[in-house]
T-cell receptor
């Protein structure tokens, strides 16, 4: 039973444009949401997070939006850069952390 | 500052063999975790520890055992390896509770033949 779902396995975007990665969850007890970025042969690294009491959190080129009523969050990257090409994992936490299956982002020069 | 270090990076086992994966962190973190990553499944929690001497089951604990004898080390054991345990294993740690971002090692790629 996957409680956190990333329905797009891959996304391709042109350099300079916006990348939007989506994530849906089913457990209403989740109160903290995170995005991780993963390069090949490396472990995931923390990117940005948001508490359930907020609906937006911004850090430089990265913004995470949370829609609790829809149980949906998204990560916006503006502008996208080739170095952003990686697999992005959405995660949600209640007592433990649950991860989505990941979305592979490719930013083309 | 090494962060989270996993040993070994790669290993091939035969069905029925046993082995131990080692995770070491130098950040004085209380919480440590073992995950497995499989295609299309994301990261799934195997076992975790909230402090030295403690362990708890995660989402997919069957076939694995863990020990946290020292705060900085978290060991994952496979007593009798099965092909279904072929996966990439990640260790992670956090300073406090599960809401804090986790620091991950670079993974151990394990193949069971």
């Amino acid at each position: 039973d996957q409680q956190v779902k990333q329905n797009s396995p891959s996304l391709s975007v042109q350099e300079g444009r916006i990348s939007i990665l989506n994530c849906d969850y089913t457990n209403s007890m989740f109160d903290y949401f995170l995005w991780y970025k993963k390069y090949p042969a490396e472990g995931p690294t923390f990117l940005i997070s948001i508490s359930s009491i907020k609906d937006k959190n911004e850090d430089g080129r990265f913004t995470v939006f949370l829609n609790k009523s829809a149980k949906h969050l998204s990560l916006h990257i503006v502008p996208s850069q080739p170095g952003d090409s990686a697999v992005y994992f959405c995660a949600a936490s209640a007592n433990d952390m649950r991860f989505g299956a990941g979305t592979r982002l490719t930013v083309k020069p | 500052n090494a962060g989270v270090t996993q040993t070994p990076k790669f290993r091939v086992l035969k069905t029925g063999q046993s082995m131990t994966l080692l995770c070491a962190q130098d950040m004085n973190h209380e919480y440590m975790y073992w995950y497995r990553q499989d295609p299309g499944m994301g990261l799934r929690l195997i076992h975790y520890s909230v402090g030295e001497g403690t362990t708890a089951k995660g989402e997919v604990p069957d076939g694995y055992n863990v020990s946290r004898l020292k705060k900085q080390n978290f060991l994952l054991g496979l007593e009798s390896a099965a092909p279904s345990q072929t996966s990439v294993y990640f260790c992670a740690s956090t300073k406090g509770n599960s809401n804090q971002p986790q620091h991950f090692g670079d993974g151990t790629r394990l193949s069971i033949l």
